[in-house]
């Protein structure tokens, strides 16, 4: 079990780029969440994969935001046209099973800055 | 629209002694599953201790255990014992049950231990 792992650690870029994230989730986890903090306030839930399906989107997750896992193992998250308020920490978890049946494993996140 | 709500933005307490987090939450469901998680600097995430809500015992780990008022919509977290290594972030979070599997974080309570 080598845990959740998020590339990049930090990453940024200027208002307008496009930027894509990646989460290695633990291996035999086949559920995978990504979440969005703000300084100040708790993540707030972004999307989910059970497998390779994505079956929840939040509302946060606007049209210039996509996530996919193909082959149902690593996950990425791309913002295209990036604004200033997508200034945030993207926070990757993993489960076994639901989130209300089992713990989510966090990543230490992906701190994005936009200029 | 289900909301967890932390009073305590920063809370401090003595090595060795006990503290109490304070959380609550407005949900119209009858099942549901509430969670504190730990953040510590840098660091990632992890689940602290979970409480179903149609169990009338409350949750204990260790040092860890929970006050759950299911009429009164509370759920605090008492740590006893307080270590250095308990310095952290402390998220409240609610989860349906059999739905979304949206977690839904309080704004976190910020724990300070002094030696």
């Known amino acids: 079990d080598t845990g959740v792992s998020q590339d990049p650690r930090h990453k940024i870029t200027k208002r307008g780029q496009n930027v894509t994230f990646r989460c290695d989730p633990i291996?035999?986890?086949?559920?995978l969440y990504w979440y969005r903090q703000t300084l100040g306030q708790g993540p707030e839930f972004l999307t989910y994969?059970?497998?390779?399906?994505?079956?929840?989107k939040s509302r946060l997750l606007s049209d210039r935001f996509s996530a996919e896992r193909p082959k149902g193992s690593f996950s990425t998250l791309e913002i295209q046209r990036t604004e200033q308020g997508d200034s945030a920490m993207y926070l990757c978890?993993?489960?076994?099973?639901?989130?209300?049946?089992?713990?989510?494993?966090f990543g230490n996140g992906t701190r994005l800055t936009v200029t | 629209a289900q909301t967890v709500t932390q009073s305590q933005p920063e809370m401090s307490v003595q090595e060795a002694e006990t503290v109490t987090l304070s959380c609550t939450y407005d949900?119209?469901?009858?099942?549901?599953?509430l969670f504190w998680y730990k953040q510590p600097p840098s660091r990632q995430m992890i689940l602290v201790i979970r409480?179903?809500?149609?169990?009338?015992q409350n949750a204990t780990e260790n040092r860890f255990s929970v006050n759950f008022q299911k009429a009164a919509k509370s759920f605090s977290l008492k740590i006893s014992d307080s270590q250095l290594g308990d310095a952290a972030m402390y998220f409240c979070?609610?989860?349906?049950?059999?739905?979304?599997?949206?977690?839904?974080f309080g704004k976190g309570t910020k724990l300070t231990v002094n030696p």
């Open positions: 978890a993993s489960s076994p099973q639901g989130a209300s049946n089992s713990p989510l494993h």
């Open positions: 291996s035999e986890h086949n559920r």
């Open positions: 994969f059970q497998n390779e399906a994505q079956l929840e």
């Open positions: 949900t119209s469901e009858s099942d549901y599953y």
């Open positions: 409480q179903e809500a149609y169990k009338q």
């Open positions: 979070a609610y989860i349906t049950q059999g739905g979304s599997e949206k977690l839904v």
